[in-house]
T-cell receptor, first 113, second 113 residues
Framework: GNSVTQMEGPVTLSEEAFLTINCTYTATGYPSLFWYVQYPGEGLQLLLKATKADDKGSNKGFEATYRKETTSFHLEKGSVQVSDSAVYFCALTNNNAGNMLTFGGGTRLMVKP | DADVTQTPRNRITKTGKRIMLECSQTKGHDRMYWYRQDPGLGLRLIYYSFDVKDINKGEISDGYSVSRQAQAKFSLSLESAIPNQTALYFC????????????FGDGTRLSIL
């Protein structure tokens, strides 16, 4: 079956530091990969996605590249801000599974001024 | 107004009580989902519905039931609540015709004493 593994948090960084949150996956076929962000007290929001190998998703300064050879989709940002403090979820959907998402456990990011 | 609205936002109740969580959407999407979120486990799918006449069990459906009253409404019931159903519950929607990730409500925090 499908599974997503994320690095455990919390990740604590100073403002303007470089961010990497690791995500690896196991899936049959050719999944689409996603990063979601959850701000305190809110639901999940799509941050970025990639639908095939070597695609790079990007949004709001965040990037992630779909690496089929390493089954990874690591999230990066060059300079984090306090407002980036949130929980980040890696997820996948297998095109053969009715568009249902499989989520990782989430990684909490705390950015200090 | 939010695209996906959940009510109530918070609920505290006792073991054995029947509880209904409601979800309504204004996106016109055919597909609706209920997830629960537990610390460190990400989101897990409880039930999903591809249209008004379609109901499917997800990964963790035991102890739950759902009703799709209309395209825009999808409710989740706990017939006899137990403490390990204490969690954050999210409703989500997606477009039937595209492999797009779901849109989420802001969640219902449910505590069962």
């Amino acid at each position: 079956g499908n599974s997503v593994t994320q690095m455990e948090g919390p990740v604590t960084l100073s403002e303007e530091a470089f961010l990497t949150i690791n995500c690896t996956y196991t899936a049959t076929g050719y999944p689409s990969l996603f990063w979601y962000v959850q701000y305190p007290g809110e639901g999940l929001q799509l941050l970025l996605k990639a639908t095939k190998a070597d695609d790079k998703g990007s949004n709001k300064g965040f990037e992630a590249t779909y690496r089929k050879e390493t089954t990874s989709f690591h999230l990066e940002k060059g300079s984090v801000q306090v407002s980036d403090s949130a929980v980040y979820f890696c997820a996948l959907t297998n095109n053969n599974a009715g568009n249902m998402l499989t989520f990782g456990g989430g990684t909490r990011l705390m950015v200090k001024p | 107004d939010a695209d996906v609205t959940q009510t109530p936002r918070n609920r505290i109740t006792k073991t054995g009580k029947r509880i209904m969580l409601e979800c309504s959407q204004t996106k016109g999407h055919d597909r609706m989902y209920w997830y629960r979120q537990d610390p460190g486990l990400g989101l897990r799918l409880i039930y999903y519905s591809f249209d008004v006449k379609d109901i499917n069990k997800g990964e963790i459906s035991d102890g739950y039931s759902v009703s799709r009253q209309a395209q825009a409404k999808f409710s989740l019931s706990l017939e006899s609540a137990i403490p390990n159903q204490t969690a954050l519950y999210f409703c989500a929607t997606s477009d039937l015709h595209s492999n797009q990730p779901q849109h989420f409500g802001d969640g219902t925090r449910l505590s069962i004493l």
